[in-house]
C-alpha cells in the first residue's frame, strides 16, 4: 500500500500524516484525526452534512481528498466555539430550534457561516439559496432560516460594537 506525506493545518493544529492517497478528507478528519463532528451522509456531495471550511471557502469533504487538503488551512465544526462560548449560529440554532436530529447541523452551520461572511445581511430567499447544498430531512428549515437570520443580525450587532466602540441604538 502506498502512502503520500500531508502536512495539514485543522483547526488551527498542524497535522502530519502519511495517507493512503484515496482518503476522503471526511475520513482523515473522523478516523485520523478524531474529529467526528464532520459527518458522512451521503459520499456524493448532495447532503452536506460532510461541509467543512478549507483555506475559508466551504467545502464538501467526502468528495475532497485528504491529499487535496495538504499545504490547507481546515476549519471543522469543532473550532466553531470560543471555549465554553458557542459562535452565534451554534447559539441561533439552539434558540430557534433549528435542529431535530441534528446530523445535518454541524454541516449546515459550516455553510451558513461561510454564506454570512459572504453575505453578511441576507434575505430570506438568499439564505435559502444559501444553503440549497445543505439537505436536512428533519426540519423542513423554517427554523434553520429562523436561526440564520438572528446569527446574520448578533453578527452584524457585534460588528458595529467592535467598529464603534459602543453598543449599536435601537431604531424605534
Known sequence: MTTQHITVTVNGEAHESDVEPRLLLVHYLRDDLGLTGTHVGCDTSNCGACTVHVDGASAKSCTMLAVQADGHEVKTIEAMADGANLHPLQQAFWDQHGLQCGFCTPGMIMQAAWFLGE?????????REGISGNLCRCTGYVNIVKAIEQAAAEMAAAAQTQETGSEPVAAG
Not at 119 to 127: F, H, K, L, R, T
Open 119 to 127: 453575505n453578511p445581511d441576507p434575505s430570506e430567499a438568499q439564505i
